[in-house]
C-alpha cells in the first residue's frame, strides 16, 4: 500500500435561512449563531488542505489480513442553537463526483473503494434532544481489496427530515488505510558489495521502514537519509552518504514465510537507468516468526540490475522493531 492503500465534506453555497462555517473552520464553530444545521462532524483532525473542496478525515485501520475487518467513526450533527427538537433522519449517499472534486482542489490521488470492501448505514437518526449521532462504517479486507491504492469514502448527506443541510459540511470524504503484517520498522544488517564501484560500501546497521506496497508485499522506505523509496550507502570510506535512485526493493512473500521475489519499486527496468531488482535463490530467503505467528526477522540475499547486468548484491536480514 502506498500506500501511495498514496484515503468527505462539501463547498456550496451557503443558503438564504443562515449561514454555515467556513470549510477551514470545524463545523458549526457557534452553534448559537447557526440555524438547526445538519452536518458531518469532526472525525478526528481535518487533514485536507486550507483550499480543499471538502473536509478529509483520515483512519488507519491498523494491521488486517485477508479475511479481517475494522471500522471507522461517522459522526453527524444538529448544530442548531438548541437541541434537536425531534428525532433527525439524516439519509447519508455516497457522492463519487465529490471526491472527484477533492482530488482536483487538494491535488489528491484518492479512488473510491469497491462497493464489496466497505459497509455503510444509509441513515442515522439524531434523537431528539441530542446534538449528535454516530455510525460506522466497516471495512473488509478481501480479494478486491488493494493495499497499493489509496482509498476514500465520499459521503453526502442526501437528506434531512429536519434543518438545514450544512454548505461546507455536508458533504465529507473519508480516506482509510490498512496495513499488511509484514509492515514496520526494521533494523538491517548484512552485506553489500557493488561490483561497478568499488568505493560503496554498505551502510549497516540501519533503522528503517518496510511499508505495505499489497497483501503480500513491502517496500523499503529510507527514512535514515533521503525520505524516498529506496536503499542508502557510504559513497567512500569517510563515510559520506547516498543512495541509489530508481531502486528501492519490495519483497514479496508466500503463506510459509518464503521470499518469493524482489522487485524495483520504481519499475524493473523500466526507469531511466534501467535499474531492476532480482531475487537471488541461494540466499536463505525466508521469515523467522515469533511464537505468536508475528515477524521476528527475515534473511533475504538479491540483486539491483542495472541495464541488464547484476550490479550490487544485498546479502541482509531485517529485524522487526516495532509498529511504524
Known sequence: MRFSLKHILPVLAATAMGATSCLKDAPAVDPSQSNSVVEFANTGSIVSGANAAYARFSSDLGVLKTGD????????????????????????????????????SDDGDYVAPPTTIYKVPSSVVIKKGTHQSQVQVTVVVNASYDF???????LTIASASSGIISGNFG????????RNSYDGKYTITGTFNDTQSGAFNGWYPLDEELITYSGNSIALKD????????????????????????????????????????TNYYG???????????????????????????VKSFAVTYWMVQAGVNRTKFDEVFTYTGAR
Do not use: C, M, W
Request: hydrophobic share 35%.
Open 171 to 178: 458533504k465529507a470524504i473519508y480516506s482509510f488505510s490498512a
Open 69 to 104: 475487518s475494522a471500522k471507522f467513526n461517522v459522526n453527524v450533527s444538529y448544530s442548531g442553537a438548541d437541541a434537536a427538537p425531534t428525532d433527525i433522519t439524516v439519509n447519508l449517499a455516497v457522492d463519487t463526483a465529490a471526491l472527484t472534486a477533492y482530488n482536483n
Open 268 to 294: 524493473q527496468a523500466t526507469n531511466s537507468q534501467k535499474r531492476a531488482a532480482q531475487l537471488d535463490p541461494t540466499g536463505i530467503n525466508k521469515i523467522t516468526f515469533n511464537a505468536d505467528g508475528s
Open 148 to 154: 497499493n491504492v489509496n482509498y476514500a469514502l465520499p
Open 223 to 262: 527514512v535514515e537519509y533521503s525520505g524516498n523509496y529506496g536503499h542508502p550507502f557510504y559513497s567512500d570510506a569517510s563515510g559520506s552518504k547516498s543512495y541509489y535512485g530508481n531502486f528501492a526493493p519490495i519483497f514479496y512473500f508466500d503463506a510459509s514465510g518464503n521470499v518469493t521475489s524482489v
